[in-house]
């Protein structure tokens, strides 16, 4: 069962659904942290880091001899990454995406592939639960690649949170996509409940089967509650506005741990998102 | 022959846009008879990345052997010096007059970027 966890808004508590709902779970969990331009879990989680593995991305290399300057290679790709100015095809490789386009319509076979470095994947162990953290290099500008790499490890059989980077372009999709069920993590705010709405969207294209954690309830307004009634979005957990949460995070500890009479809620939205994946199951056997 | 300048504006009596990638339009100059034509570049200006490599294949299509803007960046650089177009870097306040320096002589042939991307 593969669980994302993620939101419009950032600041609203991913992370510390994702850090808490790994602890709660009786037995071995992997948590993958995909917000890899600033990953956060393990900061909460304190697993010593067992291994580092270097990312790549297949990025063009252009051998001068054969290349005629054609430009076919520029007018494939969307991104400038490669192209012509009556010369030799040059290579941006900041920019490429490593899709490997330019290499097969090159008529001269002038472009081979070459590994670019744009991040690690760190693995940690922190009692049941093994964390793997995608952390993207300084300078590189799109996270994708890296988040399919993180992604890649998720083993088959295992129980996989996701913890997501926050908004809904690319970075979210990559880690939503292939997801079983997915939990959005909003706060009661008119901010929370404006990108809240966006996410909604998001999913629902994806077709994942989701539900929301309301963090921080009793301060804001009731309007969250209100969207997703209306909606039909099941409301999976509040999460009460206490100062003491606030703390146990500050000092990088599990709230689960801090604060031992929270830990049903968290037993309770790992039933409430078993429910949820089981719904996808039951949506793929209708669809056969 | 055909040289291209960055502006903000239509016209010669325009500024000159001081970004190259993200510049609003060019302005591609006849030095023989100064009719000229504007290529928008809209595209370029709105992109998040690679926006002087995109207004650099602009220079090169429309034939200019030099480019005057207020300021290039690095792959920007890259991609007119492979093309053998001659950049310059200038501080006048329009079209006309980056022209007419140009046509003088007055205006240094820049050797390497003189900003960073995204500046």
Known sequence: MIIAVASGKGGTGKTTVAVNLARSLAGPVHLFDCDVEEPNANLFLHGAVERTDEVTLPVPAVDAAKCNGCNECGRLCQYHAIASFGSQALVFSELCHGCGGCMLVCPRGAITETPRRIGVLETARSGDITIVTGRIDVGVAFAPPLIRAVKGRIGSGVTAILDAPPGTSCPVIATVTGADAVILVTEPTPFGLHDLTLAVETVRELGVPFGVVVNRVGMGDGRVHAYCAKEGIPVLLDIPDDRRIAEAYSSGRLLVEALPEYRTLFTGLWQAVGELAAKKGRATEVAR | ?119
């Open chain 2, 1 to 119: 022959m055909k040289i291209a300048c960055t502006t903000t504006g239509n016209g010669l009596q325009s500024p000159v846009d001081p970004r190259f990638g993200r510049a609003q339009r060019l302005i591609i100059v006849d030095t023989d008879t100064d009719a000229f034509t504007v290529v928008d570049n809209a595209a370029g200006a709105a992109a998040a990345q690679g926006a002087g490599i995109q207004a650099a294949e602009a220079v090169v299509r429309a034939g200019a052997v030099a480019l005057i803007s207020g300021h290039i960046g690095p792959k920007a650089f890259r991609a007119l010096r492979a093309s053998g177009v001659k950049m310059y870097t200038t501080d006048a306040p329009t079209v006309e007059e980056a022209v007419k320096r140009f046509k003088a002589g007055s205006l240094t042939e820049a050797k390497s970027a003189d900003v960073n991307g995204h500046w």
